[in-house]
């Protein structure tokens, strides 16, 4: 019996209707594998934290997909602190990062009670070597 991916553990924890929170850490073209993979079974909406305009999440709260949130500025990351806690424990967050954010939460860049909110499965993405 093979094991899933990461991606399909997350996929079927989804599948079920338990909210999750996951954060994939690694560089763009391996983020992008396993987000690609989430997001064509989950069909929500992708926030680019990189885009630079206004972080819009969805009023229902029951899921969002932040990519590269290790941009976000503070009064972002006060805003998705907010749409987590308002939303109880029934949202689900993924959320990715080219880099860890717990050097981030030490420097002060980052706050620590978002990262702990969003950090409660963590999966590291390695890039593949070319075929």
């Not at 338990?18 to 954060?23: A, K, M, S």
């Not at 064509?40 to 819009?56: I, N, T």
């Not at 993924?94 to 950090?119: C, I, K, Q």
């Amino acid at each position: 019996m093979e094991c899933p991916t990461d991606s399909e553990m997350v996929i079927a924890t989804l599948r079920r209707g338990v909210p999750v929170r996951v954060l994939i850490i690694g560089d763009d073209s391996a983020v992008a594998r396993v987000l690609a993979e989430i997001h064509k079974h989950c069909g929500q909406p992708l926030y680019d934290c990189r885009s630079g305009r206004d972080l819009a999440l969805p009023v229902d709260r029951g899921m969002v997909i932040l990519r590269d949130v290790s941009t976000l500025h503070v009064h972002e990351q006060q805003q998705v602190f907010a749409w987590i806690t308002e939303g109880g424990t029934d949202c689900s967050v993924l959320t990715t990062s080219a880099e860890p954010l717990f050097p981030a939460v030490t420097r002060g860049a980052f706050s620590p009670d978002l990262f702990y909110r969003l950090n409660v499965i963590t999966i590291e993405c390695v890039r593949l070597p070319p075929a």
